[in-house]
């Protein structure tokens, strides 16, 4: 199994352009998540899902959208990227339990630069 | 600001000392959970701990809980330079929809051969 996988692992974009991240996992996991890492700041949640055709804010959530027309496929999207969006990008997955005790499968991140 | 603050912000040892990793939160939790970080890499999960549970051990992890102060400590013994890392905390709220975490800014450890 390749766990959680993300495209691209590098990309650099001008202020203003598009672009999409994708993340494929292959474990069957309801959760899916994309959290924005940057220095001395930890894990910020952007966005997540609970399952297929299911999205919902996180606590960044502005200047991104997300989609998951997949059960395996959880897409984030830079309409018009911005400088404070250079970041490192992780997305994970987890399984739905009841009660809580989800452990979280991560990526091995998109480093994205803005300029 | 973040449920998760973790103190030191970083910590250097020497190979085969122990090291301790602190973390407090604001609000109840359902568990807490702690990952690894290594340089360039995503998380790994290490060990959970859920609010009804003092201690929990996992090789050389040791992690506690303490709900009535909040706070949470992970201890790595005999500490080896694979070990070298950042380290989170991340806390799992009650009555949480979507199996959301709240990560804390991360204790970087560096170990010496």
């Known amino acids: 199994n390749a766990g959680v996988t993300q495209t691209p692992k590098f990309r650099v974009l001008k202020t203003g352009q598009s672009m999409t991240l994708l993340c494929a996992q292959d474990?069957?996991?309801?959760?899916m998540y994309w959290y924005r890492q940057d220095p001395g700041m930890g894990l910020r949640l952007i966005h997540y899902s609970v399952g297929e055709g299911t999205t919902a804010k996180g606590e960044v959530p502005d200047g991104y959208n997300v989609s998951r027309l997949k059960k395996q496929n959880f897409l984030l999207g830079l309409e018009s990227a911005a400088p404070s969006q250079t970041s490192v990008y992780f997305c994970a997955s987890s399984y739905r339990l009841a009660g809580g005790g989800n452990e979280q499968f991560f990526g091995p991140g998109t480093r994205l630069t803005v300029l | 600001s973040q449920q998760g603050e973790e103190d030191p912000q970083a910590l250097s040892i020497q190979e085969g000392e122990n090291a301790t990793m602190n973390c407090s939160y604001k609000?109840?939790?359902?568990?807490l959970q702690w990952y690894r970080q290594n340089s360039g890499r995503g998380l790994v999960h290490l060990i959970l701990i859920r609010s009804n549970e003092r201690e929990k051990h996992s090789g050389r992890l040791r992690v506690t809980l303490d709900t009535s102060k909040k706070s949470s400590s992970l201890l790595i013994t005999a500490s080896r330079a694979a070990d070298t890392a950042s380290y989170f905390c991340?806390?799992?709220?009650?009555?949480?929809?979507?199996?959301?975490?709240?990560f804390g800014q991360g204790t970087e450890l560096s170990v010496k051969p």
């Open positions: 991340a806390t799992a709220l009650i009555y949480n929809q979507g199996g959301k975490l709240i």
């Open positions: 474990m069957n996991h309801e959760y």
């Open positions: 609000t109840s939790i359902n568990n």
